[in-house]
């Protein structure tokens, strides 16, 4: 017989199962609450300053941010959110003085700033260097196409124009008959105007040349005054960087501007090209961009004045520019201008000095420590004699170059015209002096 008590039910069973659903519908509940209130606060329409549906007018009511949507009409409006229009940010007049400054003056240099097509057939003679075909066929005669592409400046305005002579190539041929060699060379004006340029004059070891276009009302850049600058000064580069790819072929499209600062000025280098080599003097080095294309443009400062011709550009591999570009300054551009138009030509630069190495015998004479050249001899009546230099002096820099040896003197020289002015530091009496050289030409 069974025991009554299997059959009594079991009350803490069911007392716990109604605390289990208890404790699960709280559960439920606060995760609703806190479903609701995320709901909440994702849909809520943007506000601004407690006002939901748009912005309020200074007269307190709100108004709705029209959306301007391109394809929709004048009079279509966006719903919900308003959008927030941010304050533009006020600058200083300093700042505003400056951006006013520099489209000032790209406005009034831009238009004077043209480009440069060359095209044509360069005529070059040369000999057979064996003799039995030397004297079967004597000299050979070859033609090579010349296709050149830069820029250029106008200077004035009867229509006189500088640009780099490496941007007419025509290097190869100093007496060139542009005519016999079927040569052209194209100048377009930034306002489509286009003009078949005459070569004055053209200066390969300086990297100058001097063309002339014939036409009315032509614009044209002020030579201003290089020796003025500074490092850190504000300057424009202005060009046609690549020619007509970035003007998708059309001529005559505006010049390309990039700005920086004078980084350097009375920098020196050569650099050899066919059969001769340049010689740059008194560079101004800047970071103004300038690519190829950019070579015979203008380098001007914020008065919208001409202060250098831009002209190289330090690129190891050919990357392009990165920061370290060259300008032939305008006040060589002036020397050479001048000397054009009183000779015809800038003449082969003169010192009248001689030198020799210093030797350590002679440096323990003179109580000289250190590097330089001696000076053996003056002539007289020579730039260097109106210098004031005299013999047994010893050169230690020029234009702040320290030479150690005559090569080096000469190689500084090289490319000087005639008129400019170098500045040296000598050795003299156990004192150090500065002394001011005009160069001059051979008579």
């Known amino acids: 017989m069974m025991n009554d008590d299997m059959y009594q039910p079991d009350y803490r069973a069911f007392k716990s199962n109604r605390r289990k659903r208890f ?6 509940i606060l995760f609703g609450v806190i479903l609701g209130v995320l709901l909440t606060n994702y849909l809520r329409p943007a506000t601004d300053n407690g006002m939901s549906g748009g912005e309020k007018n200074s007269s307190g009511d709100i108004q709705t941010v029209s959306n301007q949507n391109s394809s929709a009409g004048p009079e279509t409006v966006s719903s919900t959110a308003p959008v927030r229009h941010k304050t533009p940010i006020s600058l200083s007049p300093e700042v505003a003085g400056f951006e006013k400054a520099v489209v000032a003056a790209t406005e009034a240099a831009m238009p004077a700033v043209v480009s440069i097509h060359v095209r044509g057939t360069r005529v070059i003679y040369y000999n057979f260097r064996d003799p039995f075909l030397r004297m079967l066929y004597g000299n050979q ?25 490496h941007v007419i190539n025509i290097t190869n041929q100093q007496d060139i008959d542009f005519e016999k060699a079927n040569i052209t060379i194209q100048v377009v004006l930034a306002d ?9 004059n053209h200066f390969p070891v300086q990297d100058i040349a001097i063309l002339s276009i014939d036409g009315e009302n032509l614009p044209y850049l002020e030579i201003g005054e290089s020796h003025e600058l500074h490092q850190g000064q504000t300057v424009l580069a202005i060009g046609n960087p690549f020619g007509d790819a970035l003007t998708g072929g059309l001529l005559g499209s505006e010049p390309t501007v990039t700005r920086g600062i004078i980084s350097a ?18 560079m101004l080095q800047t970071d103004a961009s300038i690519n190829e294309g950019n070579s015979g443009g203008a380098l001007i400062d914020l008065r919208g004045r001409l202060v250098g011709i831009n002209t190289a550009i330090l690129s190891p591999g050919g990357t392009g520019s990165i920061g370290i570009g060259f300008a032939f300054p305008a006040d060589r551009v002036r020397l050479i201008l001048d000397s054009v138009r009183e000779n015809g030509d800038i003449g082969q630069w003169y010192t009248g000095i001689k030198v020799q190495d210093m030797t350590r015998q002679i440096a323990q004479s003179m109580g000289f420590e250190g590097s330089g050249v001696l000076v ?18 010893v050169i230690i820099k020029v ?8 090569k080096e003197i000469v190689n500084i020289f090289q490319g000087a015209i005639p008129g400019e002015t170098v500045k ?20």
Request: aromatic residues 8%; charged residues 25%; without cysteine.
């Open 141 to 165: 005669l070859e033609r090579k196409p010349i296709s050149g592409m830069g820029s250029g400046v106008i200077i004035d305005p009867e229509g006189i124009v500088i640009t780099n002579d």
């Open 376 to 393: 053996a001899d003056i002539e007289n009546n020579s730039p260097g004699e109106k210098s004031g230099l005299k013999s047994a002096d």
């Open 424 to 443: 040296l530091v000598i050795y003299r009496n156990k004192q150090y002096k500065e002394l001011e050289l005009t160069v001059g030409t051979y008579q």
């Open 192 to 200: 489509g105007r286009s003009f078949n340029a005459k070569v004055i």
């Open 399 to 406: 234009d702040g170059v320290t030479v150690t040896s005559p």
């Open 23 to 28: 404790t699960f519908y709280i559960y439920i």
């Open 265 to 282: 000025t009375r920098r020196n280098l050569s650099i050899p090209a066919d059969n001769i080599t340049r010689y740059y003097r008194n």
